[in-house]
């Protein structure tokens, strides 16, 4: 494939030969307009159940969720630490349901911004594959834990769904139909 079919699949330039901006595809002049590929619309839906379900077990039922999902064993001692590992699991929780509310108000309202939901996710899911493959970041041993975090184990699955929900959310219909003619 050559370059500038390259650049015209990935929705960089169009047939005309204008260069189209990346950053202005991540940050429209006109938020309440997508331009992105309809997949990528209902991929961020799909991904937004997840992300729904995910922060209202971590900030309502942290006990649950740390002990019966992510599989970490309770800590003894006076003490007990247990009660500020809680805090922190359902202040984690309230983030993600902060930012639950401004995906699905990107989904209601601003539909310009789903490449940006997606980057965003992209930095959140390819920085926990980072983690435990680095000595700086804490992480969780198999001391701490009686199986793998579900998040762990889906982290190659769900950063491969993103990133081609990010790509296609970059890919102007116009664009799509022009490379095909």
């Known amino acids: 494939m050559k370059p500038d079919k390259i650049k ?22 006109n938020p309440n307009e ?13 991904y937004s159940g997840l992300l729904v ?3 209202f077990v971590h900030f309502l039922f942290w006990e649950f ?36 509310g401004l995906t699905v ?12 939901m997606f980057l965003i996710n992209i930095i959140e899911w390819g920085v926990r594959a980072i983690y435990p493959l680095t000595d700086f970041f804490p992480s969780l041993t198999p001391d701490y834990t009686n199986g793998i975090t579900p998040g762990a184990e889906g982290v190659p699955y769900i950063l491969t769904f993103l990133v081609i929900a990010f790509i296609l959310s970059l890919k102007n219909k116009n664009e799509i139909q022009n490379y095909n003619e």
């Open 8 to 29: 015209i699949y990935f929705g960089l330039q169009n047939k005309g030969g204008d260069q189209m901006s990346l950053i202005g595809k991540i940050f429209p002049e």
């Open 34 to 46: 997508y331009r992105g590929n309809n997949l990528a619309f209902y991929a961020l839906i799909l």
């Open 53 to 55: 379900w995910r922060s």
């Open 65 to 100: 969720g740390l002990h019966d999902i992510a599989n970490v064993m309770p800590i003894e001692g006076t003490p007990d630490p247990m009660n500020l590992v809680y805090l922190f699991f359902s202040v984690w929780g309230l983030e993600q349901v902060i930012r639950s």
């Open 105 to 116: 108000m990107v989904l209601v309202k601003y539909r310009g911004f789903i490449p940006l």
